[in-house]
């Protein structure tokens, strides 16, 4: 995960997180980026190029699943998941609970 991206989530869980709160009502609950304009300008801010953005996601699904299970035809799809699962590293790095409860 790029520092900037570390940084920007990091302050996003600073600013979320209670103790009633998780990963999932964190960053799968919405939509972190909504609209392809923002998600492109998201991509962008930090230098992650659309098909290493996609990478990085089918290896977690494939790391975690066992398999891909999401095609990414659009840039807000791709960068929400890649959020997901960035978030999902933050938190259990910084040992909040992860699943929906």
Same mark, same amino acid.
């Given at each position: 995960?790029? +520092?900037?991206? /570390?940084?920007?989530?990091?302050?996003? &869980?600073?600013d979320?997180?209670?103790?009633?709160? +998780?990963?999932?009502?964190?960053?799968?609950?919405?939509?972190? &980026?909504?609209?392809?304009? +923002?998600?492109?300008?998201w991509?962008?801010?930090?230098?992650?190029?659309?098909?290493?953005? $996609? /990478? &990085?996601?089918?290896?977690?699904?494939?790391?975690?699943?066992?398999? &891909?299970?999401? =095609?990414? @035809? +659009? =840039?807000e799809?791709? $960068?929400?998941?890649? $959020?997901?699962?960035?978030?999902? @590293?933050?938190?259990?790095?910084?040992?909040?609970?992860?699943? /929906?409860?």
């Open positions: 995960m790029k +520092n900037s991206v /570390r940084t920007e989530l990091l302050e996003h &869980i600073n979320f997180h209670t103790d009633e709160q +998780n990963h999932f009502t964190m960053f799968n609950e919405d939509y972190y &980026i909504i609209g392809y304009y +923002n998600a492109e300008q991509l962008k801010l930090h230098n992650i190029g659309e098909l290493e953005g $996609v /990478r &990085i996601c089918n290896d977690y699904e494939q790391e975690h699943f066992g398999e &891909i299970q999401t =095609t990414f @035809d +659009n =840039t799809k791709l $960068v929400n998941h890649l $959020v997901y699962w960035f978030g999902q @590293d933050l938190c259990n790095e910084l040992e909040l609970p992860f699943d /929906r409860e």
